[in-house]
C-alpha cells in the first residue's frame, strides 16, 4: 500500500535528514523493527514524543542511579526502558536494555559507566531520529 512506503519514506526520510555515515545509518536501521517502527509513525507519531520525554527521564533516573550506586534502581529503570523501546520498534535498543538488566540483576556490583554509557549514548541515536522523524513528517 501506498501508506507503508510513505512510512519506508519516513524512516529513510529522517535517516537522511541526521547526516550520519553510511555505516552509522545502516548499524542503526539494523536495531529496528522497521514493521513496529512503522507502524507507530503512521498511526500514532505522538507515541514517539511520548517514549522520547519518557525516555530522557529514565537515562536521568539511570544516571541518578549510577552516581548512588543503587542497582535496584538501575534495575528498574531498564526494565521500564527495555519494555517502551520494544512497543516503539527500538528492538535493538530494548535488547541492549534487557541484556544489561540481566547481568545487573545476576551481579549488582558489576554496574559499570560504560555499560551505562553506551545506553545512553543508543538513546541519543534514538533521540536525534525521533527528532528527525518529527521534521521529515511536518514537510
Known amino acids: 500500500t501506498a501508506d507503508c512506503d510513505e512510512n519506508k519514506n519516513a524512516i529513510s526520510g529522517a535517516l537522511k535528514g541526521l547526516g550520519w555515515s553510511e555505516e552509522k545509518e545502516n548499524e542503526f536501521i539494523s536495531t529496528l523493527d522497521i514493521p513496529c517502527l512503522n507502524e507507530v509513525i503512521l498511526d500514532d507519531a505522538e507515541l514517539l514524543e511520548i517514549y522520547l520525554n519518557q525516555g530522557e ?53 558489576l554496574l559499570a559507566s560504560n555499560d551505562l554509557s553506551s545506553v545512553k549514548e543508543a538513546f541519543q541515536d534514538i533521540r536525534e531520529f525521533i527528532h528527525s522523524v518529527n521534521q521529515y513528517l511536518q514537510l
Open 57 to 109: 527521564t529514565l537515562i536521568q533516573e539511570l544516571e541518578k542511579s549510577e552516581r548512588e550506586s543503587a542497582p535496584e534502581k538501575s534495575l528498574h529503570v531498564l526494565h521500564k526502558l527495555a519494555g517502551s523501546s520494544g512497543s516503539c520498534g527500538f528492538s535493538g535498543f530494548q535488547s541492549q536494555c534487557s541484556g544489561l538488566e540481566n547481568r545487573l540483576r545476576l551481579e549488582p556490583q
